[in-house]
């Protein structure tokens, strides 16, 4: 079934001015229209296209559209569509208001003065004027919705892109709201975006999916200029840069491009870049803004700032700390007056500092930069912008925002005093309207939406009376009928949280006026219940008919139903099979009240009102037992669709078969026979199978039509349709999911297949049904039988409001009185009609606000739910009837605890009575058991529990241990010391280790392989030295022997005769080339006087060169923070020589830290040891004091004790007895602090830190002899009492005197034992203090060392930082200089080739003068035919032979035309030649030699190969100095480069030497270092002062000394210098002076004699013809060597056989040498053995020796060996008999010598080869080859 158009779309004529001209302006302005569209059809989805109507038709002239052209308004804007021949009026319903804003739409603010703003309402364009508060609208002109709305730079026009198939682009005039302009063909489906540039010639538009486009319009004459597919996804803005129109920006999802307009060959076309993300997170792009120097600075989806340049992200922006620059994404940014302005979904509006923006760069790694915003503003809470624009009003700024939360706002952005608070001018609904209903008695109407808001409106006055807010969005709505509130004041809502809250509106007005108060607002809403029947959100409110009962649906699959009374009481909940659509109580025409609930998944139920009385809710609130009837949708519309094919295709053939018999009559009436052959049917198409789609088709909204029946209206596949469906009245007991119920009447609604109807509502009357489309479109279909029927829905009107792509219409309600209708939708709009015409609605009609209940001052606010996960109605039941079975349960269990109490004190009574009696009476133990089996089940129930225990604490058992091994690795085991403390014995002193981690190996890894390195390098050159030493010698002695052998034993007569004929030639020629040397000499030595004249700036290398030197090594103190200041190269510092400074640093540190730690463990040891010899000498003097009086014994010293923090080794020793100790600790720690807390409990600590060590703590070996010592004391007094006990006799005089001296020893022993403890703890006391000052200065130096570890750190962080650019600068700088060698290299090699092509050509030009010179001789004096032969060697015959040829060939045209000119001056020739005489140069003539005659032939061939050759090798050296001449041009642009790089990376040097001069560096200085004094006094400041060593100040001061004396000698210097250039300016004159005397002299002369001056040089270099006098010598000595050669071959076979024999008897001794050898070497083996097993004692002091004897003896070894190998292979050589015998020995030799690094030996060295006879290569040429 094919849809009808929504609305009726006309033609766009224009309007018609009074002038003719313009009616031919609207023909050419339409032809052109068309033959866009003509052009859309072909065009490219990507490739931009230049659309110029001047290259398709140059021939055709094109007009230009008037500047005063409009088009009609009323001729192009969409209207309603009516069914043809229906009556239904056009006017049916007329816009009246629009209470609704889009703010979820990108851009949807627009103001063009300072009282109007404009954005788009579904299908309209709302102009709001701000100070009458009133709207005038714009329609579409297709009727698909509005996609941008866009300003001309002037606010003289704007533009709006539009929705639908091929929509158009309107441009409008401002304020006269005509239209001007019609663009069209820019999009295939909408338009998204646009945009004007800064001079308004040109407008950029977007289209969306599914094409994408971007268009450049010439706007003002409707054309096209450019297009292009912008990206493959969506495309949220275009903008034109501000600074040069030819570049665009496009972004949006997950992309941004930079566009330009190029100039191409075929045209001008738009290239886009797309920008590339990198390593940054790819991010939708909302808003960005063009720069002035070209780059883009864009926002992202988590509130940074991107900076692209050149297409790739440069820097990204943040604030301080690393925070976004927005809490969320950036949705605009403006470049405002100098000053960049960023507008963030936060709330915020930041200012930043454009200048500092625009030069960011990255600093380090991570590409962020922090910068700080230069003035922000907090717009408000709970705000959200997205979009601003900036307007002018009394010549102030004013700012228009747009909040996506629903309102607009008026903001000063001047950041001053003076500087308003945001005003927020208008609130709307945010998002998404979700219901509306109408006040059942007034013109009052209520929406809600998930922006959690309720608000009121009176659509009579068309404003907002009041708002309410909540925590969670509103979800479902109804205004309570009039039966039950009859004033109209109650509302119902449904929230999202399942909370259902009753409200209540009403007139603060009627409430008394308390003191101080003023009820001046229109409505207030009052919140009188709330109560949580669902766990999901609401979906659905319905009032009984008779308001005695509400039903509520919800998503969570429930209908609870509620009492209406003053306060709503629960009566039950019943479970339905899906989420609740749509709720619908039986209208009062039905005889029960019945509730019909649609669910969305296809199932419809129908339920009677439950009765309060009829159900018990003790328990729960769900009624099971509840009447219901099911019907379940089952799909039909496949099989509605077959059958229409059915039809379709039976209603062809009918009319076929009617076809066929009219023809045939015809030609029977014709008198025509027919003879009827039977047809062949065609082969029809397979029907297409029933479809049922898996997934129910969603129901959107239905309404009963009679008791049990009723219309279902559906999306999806099902859609299309109304359908009249009808309960089963005997299948209750199915089950509902296995139902499949079909409807028994079917309706097709046109155009519904993909656009169905979502609400449906009816008036009062019913005589009109409402319908909301999917589409935003509004439709009304008249009922005149107020059934529905096939024929009644046949004709309708329709007209698009909402927008068309997300505007599906959310709710539709007309006014009690049917005089309004009111519509709501998915794009956030509202908007009220008038039904009928507007002249209908009377002015005098006003809303009337319900008046407050009576007491409602008085009542105490309700309870709200604000919690949203607050549990429900039915939960709050289960929850207590839980509490109360658990409160049951616990009672029985307190009952049977008191009945086992009662039962152990039995039992015990028992026990005691059993004590009490006699044993033999008592019961044992055993005997109570009943049954010994039940313990033995109860321990083995122990042991598995704890078994079980054990395994599930076995995973944390091994995690715990685990965490401890790694807390050991990660804080123990890394620590190379602990830190130990150790405390002086008799003072406060103490000295602790450093606490060092272990260093890592890294730090520690050498590198001792340089030396090797060296000394392989070292003996590498040796062994080359010693080779080339070898070599040379042997070349030497080579020499002399082919010198010796040269030498001719005999000469011959003839062979004298030869030598004095060379030799009168070589003194002629010795003689003229002296002369020419001599000359040459001369004007050489010449030549280089004068290139040694210095020029008048030459400077004396040696002085420049010890300039530089001193230059380089002396002093320059300039200081670094100079302008001037340049960093040294040995200076220059980067990363990662920083990087050993700091790893140099370190280890060093560590190493004295680690030596001071092994210093003061040691001193640690030393007090083990000493309180050890304490504790000895101690029990010694206890017990020598046993047999002293106790007057007599000294004061026992004090045993020292070790501290905790001495001994932090033991911390880590622990049993478990320790452990259960420390836990016991631990728990009594945890008891007392729960006590006394706050109580002081330092006493405690400090009493338990000074207690004396236990046993435990101390050393076990030290406890162990303490006992022992104890034990021995002990014993000895016990037995000294015994004795005195028992010898109770008086002593004698000599025991007397023994007991005299013992007593004496005594006293002495202890002295000596007290003074030798004294002096251990003194001097270990002594020992520490001693140390201890050693570590201070060490603390010092290691502060020093911190302190410059952190400077130089410091420094690493900067060098890290600028190394990446230094690296690119050093990197370019080698890439420069290599590039410059290569260059340089092929420069020689092109100087080379010249040099080698300029020898050619001389050779050449050589060569034909010898030519033209044999000519001549063998021409002879007087020859009568020389003119002849001249003629016939200079002719050019061949050479223009060869060129006719090239010519026929088709050669270039360049050599083509040289072709024809050379031929033709051969032509020309020989024409000449003509002219005196017939010439011939084929026939030798009459009386001419024969022979000379052929020789001038050839000479003329040889002529023109050498002019060939020299022709060629002249174009050769050409294009090598073409190419030479090309590259040095490079070459100098390479070598400013170079010198251009250089210098930045010198700049560069300078820029980060600055960079580390900004870091503090601290000079810990002693006052006495301090010389800086200002009166005396030291300066608070230091800021002007500079730290020097002394050695450095010293030199200075010596330096400034022998500087004063090195200049008073280099004045002597000077000055002695300038007489002696005084000196020589004078002889030089003189010198002139006579040479031109001498000039004048020698001329006279010349002229005297000669008659004229002579060259003579040219004289001197005269000589006679050598070549001919050596071409003689040269035929005689031929004809001797001629005659010679057979007598030579015969003795050179002789003396080769002679050698043979000696070669081979040389063979024979030198194998008898090479046995002795071996045997040698046996010997020398078997010696080597003895040596290493003889091992004696003996042999020890002379090991070094026979280690060198053996080396000897091995290196003699490994010579024999390569003496053996050579001889071998001279004996295989010898073996060949041929004729190359001395060559293959020569390269033997020379092997050997590259085999040996030293000489051989003398006998080694002589070889046969002085008898061999050298022949010489022309000899060995010409001999015939031997048998």
């Known amino acids: ?596 609930i649609l669910c969305e998944n296809g199932f419809v139920l129908q339920v009677p009102a439950p009765l309060p009385e009829e159900h018990d809710t003790v328990s729960t609130y769900q ?121 028994f009447e079917v309706i097709p609604i046109e155009g519904t297949d993909n656009n169905p109807i979502h609400r449906i509502s009816f008036c009062t009357s019913r005589l009109l049904m409402f319908c909301g489309m999917q589409n935003g479109a509004l439709r009304v279909y008249p009922l005149k039988d107020k059934d529905l029927t096939v024929n009644t829905l046949k004709e309708y009107w329709s007209f698009n409001v909402h927008d068309n792509g997300y505007g599906q219409i959310q709710g539709i309600c007309s006014s009690h009185d049917d005089r309004f209708l009111i519509t709501c939708g998915g794009d956030g709009n509202i908007f009220s009609f008038n039904i009928l015409s507007p002249e209908d609605v009377h002015k005098e009609l006003k809303a009337k606000i319900p008046s407050p209940r009576s007491g409602l001052e008085k009542e105490k606010a309700a309870e709200d739910i604000e919690d949203p996960d607050a549990d429900n109605i039915e939960e709050v039941k289960q929850k207590k009837e839980y509490e109360r079975k658990m409160k049951e349960a616990e009672g029985k269990k307190k009952k049977k605890r008191e009945e086992l109490i009662a039962l152990r004190h039995e039992f015990l009574l028992l026990l005691q009575k059993n004590q009490e009696l006699p044993k033999h009476m008592q019961l044992h133990r055993e005997q109570y058991e009943m049954d010994h089996r039940i313990f033995e089940e109860l321990e083995r129930q122990t042991a598995q529990r704890i078994q079980s225990v054990q395994k599930e604490l076995a995973w944390e058992h091994e995690k715990h241990l685990i965490g401890l091994q790694k807390l050991q690795n990660q804080f123990r085991d890394s620590l190379e010391f602990e830190t130990v403390v150790v405390h002086a014995i008799q003072s406060n002193h103490q000295i602790s280790t450093y606490r060092l981690l272990a260093m890592s190996e890294k730090y520690y890894q050498e590198c001792p392989s340089w030396k090797k390195t060296v000394l392989k390098g070292e003996w590498k050159e040796a062994e080359k030295k010693i080779i080339r030493e070898t070599r040379r010698s042997d070349d030497r002695i080579f020499e002399d022997e082919v010198e010796e052998l040269k030498m001719p034993e005999i000469r011959k007569p003839t062979t004298r005769y030869i030598e004095s004929k060379r030799k009168q030639i070589r003194r002629i020629v010795e003689k003229s080339d002296k002369v020419k040397a001599k000359i040459m000499k001369r004007k050489a030595e010449w030549d280089e006087l004068y290139e040694s004249k210095p020029s008048d700036d030459y400077e004396n290398p040696k002085d420049v060169e010890d300039i530089r030197k001193a230059q380089e090594n002396m002093g320059c103190y300039e200081l670094k923070t100079a302008t001037n200041y340049r960093v040294p190269e040995h200076k220059h510092m980067n990363a990662a020589k920083k990087v050993m400074q700091l790893t140099s640093l370190e280890v060093l540190t560590h190493k004295k830290k680690v030596n001071m730690n092994k210093e003061i463990m040691s001193l640690r040891d030393l007090k083990v040891s000493i309180i050890d010899e304490i504790k000895c000498l101690v029990q010694e003097l206890k017990s020598i004091q046993a047999a002293l009086d106790l007057s007599e014994r000294l004061p026992l010293p004090l045993i020292p004790q070790l501290h905790p923090d001495e001994v932090p080794e033991k911390k880590f020793e622990y049993d478990s007895d320790i452990l259960l100790k420390f836990k016991e600790e631990q728990e009594a720690k945890a008891k007392l602090q729960e006590k006394l807390e706050g109580s002081p409990s330092s006493d405690v600590l400090r009493h338990g830190f000074l207690r004396a060590p236990s046993i435990k703590e101390i050393d076990p070996m030290a406890q162990v002899a303490g006992t022992q010592a104890m034990e021995i004391a002990s014993s000895v007094v016990t037995e000294q009492r015994k004795v005195l006990g028992t010898e109770k006799a008086e002593p004698t005089e000599m025991e007397l005197e023994i007991l005299k001296r013992e007593k004496i020893k005594n006293l002495y022993l202890q002295e000596t034992l007290v003074k030798k403890i004294n002096a251990l703890v003194i001097n270990f006391d002594a020992e520490l203090r001693f140390l201890r000052h050693k570590k201070l200065k060490l603390d010092v130096q290691m502060k020093s060392a911190d302190l410059r570890y952190i400077t130089w750190y410091e420094e690493l962080l900067i060098l890290k930082n600028l190394e990446k650019h230094e690296n ?127 020789n001038t032939i050839q000479l003329r061939q040889k002529r023109l190969d050498i002019e060939k050759a020299l022709t060629e090798e002249k174009k050769v050296a050409a294009d090598l100095k073409k190419k030479y001449n090309a590259l040095v041009k490079k070459a100098k642009v390479v070598e400013i480069s170079l010198n251009t790089t250089e210098k930045e990376l010198e700049t560069f040097q300078w820029e980060k030497q600055q960079r580390l001069n900004d870091l503090y560096v601290v000079v810990p200085l002693k006052l006495h270092q301090v010389e800086y004094l200002v009166n005396g006094e030291m300066p608070s400041d230091f800021s002007q002062a500079l730290v020097f060593t002394n050695q450095t100040l010293e030199y200075l001061q010596r330096r400034i000394v022998d500087l004063r004396n090195e200049k008073i000698m280099q004045r002597e210097i000077y000055k002695v210098a300038q007489e002696q250039h005084k000196q020589l300016v004078q002889d030089k004159k003189e010198m002139e002076t006579e040479i031109r005397r001498l000039e004048e002299k020698c001329n006279h002369l010349m002229m005297k004699k000669f008659g004229r001056l002579v060259d003579f040089e040219a004289v001197q270099a005269h000589s006679v013809n050598i070549h001919m006098e050596e071409l003689k010598v040269q035929i005689m000595q031929k004809e001797y060597e001629h005659s010679l050669e057979l007598k030579e071959w015969e003795e050179r076979i002789l003396d080769l056989r002679q050698q043979l024999m000696k070669l081979t008897k040389e063979n024979t001794s030198k194998l008898q040498q090479l046995n002795q050898f071996c045997l040698e070497k046996q010997q020398l083996e078997t010696k080597l053995t003895s040596l290493k097993n003889d091992l004696g004692a003996e042999f020890q002091d002379t090991r070094t020796t026979a280690i060198k004897e053996k080396a000897r003896l091995e290196s003699r070894l490994k010579h024999m060996a390569r003496d053996t190998a050579l001889l071998k292979e001279e004996i295989h050589l010898l073996s060949r008999k041929d004729g190359c015998l001395r060559e293959e020995l020569a390269l033997l030799r020379r092997k050997n010598e590259c085999l040996f690094l030293q000489p051989s030996l003398p006998q080694d060295s002589e070889t046969p080869t002085e008898s061999f006879p050298v022949l010489k290569p022309k000899a060995v040429a010409n001999s015939p080859s031997l048998p």
Request: charged residues 25%; glycine residues 8%; hydrophobic residues 35%.
């Open 1 to 596: 079934m094919e849809a009808a158009p929504e609305e009726s779309k006309t033609s766009l004529p224009k309007e018609s001015s009074t002038a003719e001209e313009q009616e031919e302006e609207v023909e050419q302005v339409e032809s052109d229209i068309e033959n866009i569209d003509a052009e859309d059809v072909l065009e490219e989805e990507d490739n931009s296209e230049v659309l110029l109507e001047a290259q398709k038709k140059p021939e055709k002239v094109e007009k230009k559209i008037s500047e005063t052209f409009f088009y009609n308004y009323e001729d192009i804007y969409s209207r309603p569509f009516v069914t043809e021949d229906s009556g239904i009026p056009i006017n049916l319903l007329t816009l009246k208001h629009s209470f609704g804003y889009d703010c979820t739409r990108s851009v949807n603010l627009l103001p063009m003065d300072s009282k109007t703003l404009i954005y788009i309402a579904g299908n309209q364009v709302v102009l709001l004027d701000l100070k009458t508060k009133s709207q005038s609208y714009i329609r579409s002109s297709g009727g698909g919705g509005i996609g941008f709305i866009t300003a001309h730079p002037t606010k003289q026009y704007f533009a709006v892109g539009e929705k639908g198939k091929k929509p158009n682009l309107i441009i409008y005039d401002y304020p006269s709201l005509r239209p001007y302009r019609i663009l069209q063909g820019g999009t295939e489906e909408a338009y998204v975006f646009g945009d004007f540039n800064d001079a308004g010639t040109l407008l950029a538009s977007i289209g969306s999916s599914p094409d994408y486009m971007l268009t450049i319009w010439d706007w003002k004459q409707e054309k096209i200029v450019l297009r292009s597919k912008a990206f493959s996804q969506d495309v949220y803005k275009v903008t034109f840069s501000a600074d040069n129109e030819e570049q665009l920006t496009t972004s949006g999802v997950g992309h941004i491009r930079f566009w330009k307009m190029a100039l191409t060959f075929t045209g001008l076309k738009l290239q886009g870049a797309l920008g590339r993300f990198g390593k940054t997170a790819v991010t939708d792009i909302i808003g960005y803004v063009e720069l002035p120097d070209g780059k883009v600075i864009s926002g992202t989806e988590w509130g940074n700032l991107l900076l692209w340049e050149g297409g790739l992200i440069k820097v990204e922006l943040c604030r301080a700390g690393h925070k976004p620059c927005h809490s969320g994404p950036v949705s605009q940014l403006i470049l405002d007056e100098g000053e960049l302005v960023t507008v963030g979904k936060d709330g915020f509006i930041r200012i930043w500092n454009f200048e500092a923006i625009d030069a960011a760069d990255s600093v380090d790694d991570t590409g962020l930069l922090e910068v700080e915003p230069m003035n922000e503003l907090h717009v408000g809470r709970n705000v959200s912008l997205s979009f601003m624009s900036k307007i002018h009003d009394s010549g102030q700024p004013v700012w228009y925002a747009q909040d996506t939360n629903g309102a607009i706002w008026k903001l000063d952005l001047t950041f001053s005093n003076m500087t308003h608070d945001p005003e927020c001018l208008y609130t709307f609904h945010s998002g998404r309207i979700e219901a509306v209903s109408v006040s059942p008695i007034t013109y009052l109407m209520a929406t809600t939406a998930l922006d959690r808001s309720v608000r009121i409106f009176d659509f009579i006055s068309n404003s907002e009376l009041s708002e309410i807010k909540f925590k969670q969005g509103g979800t479902a709505l109804m205004w309570a009928p009039h039966v039950v509130n009859p004033k109209g004041g109650l509302i119902a809502v449904g929230f999202e949280d399942g909370v259902v809250r009753i409200i209540e509106v009403y007139d603060p007005k009627g409430l008394p006026v308390l003191a101080g108060q003023n009820n001046t607002q229109n409505a207030e809403i009052n919140l009188k219940q709330a109560f949580k029947p669902h766990a999901a959100a609401v979906t659905a409110l319905a009032y009984e008919r008779n308001g005695d009962v509400l039903a509520t649906g919800s998503k969570d699959k429930t209908v609870f139903f509620f009492a209406v009374e003053d306060e709503y009481k629960p009566i039950g909940f019943i479970c339905v099979p899906g989420p609740v659509q749509a709720l619908q109580w039986s209208p009062p025409s039905h005889v029960k009240s019945t509730l019909l």
């Open 623 to 743: 009624i099971k037992n509840l009447p219901t009837q099911y019907f379940h949708f089952y799909s039909i519309k496949s099989r509605i669709k077959l059958e229409e094919e059915i039809a379709l295709r039976e209603k062809k053939k009918q009319e076929k078969e009617k076809e066929r018999l009219e023809w045939i009559k015809r030609q029977q009436e014709m008198g025509k026979e027919i003879e009827e052959e039977p047809e062949e049917e065609p082969q029809e198409e397979p029907l297409p199978p029933l479809y049922i789609p898996e997934e129910p088709s969603p129901i959107l909204c239905g309404f009963y039509s009679s008791p049990g029946k009723f219309w279902l209206s559906l999306g999806g596949y099902d859609s299309g349709f109304l359908y009249h469906c009808e309960f089963s009245s005997n299948d209750h007991q199915e089950d509902p999911e296995n139902r499949q119920d079909e409807p």
């Open 1368 to 1494: 690119l600068l050093q990197e370019h700088i080698n890439n420069l200089i290599s590039e410059q060698e290569d260059m340089q290299s092929k420069l020689n090699s092109y100087l080379a080739q010249m040099e080698d092509r300029k020898c050619e050509i001389v050779k050449l030009q050589e060569c034909e003068k010898a030519l033209y010179a044999n000519f001549q001789a063998s021409l002879g004096e007087g020859n009568e035919f020389a003119h002849f032969l001249t003629k016939v060697l200079k002719k050019k015959i061949e050479c223009t032979e060869k060129k006719e040829v090239e010519r026929e060939a088709g050669e270039e045209d360049e050599n083509e035309e040289e072709n024809d000119e050379e031929s033709s001056l051969g032509i020309d020739e020989e024409n000449s030649g003509s002219e005196d005489e017939v010439f011939d140069d084929t026939v030798c003539p009459n009386n001419c030699s024969e022979a000379l005659f052929q």
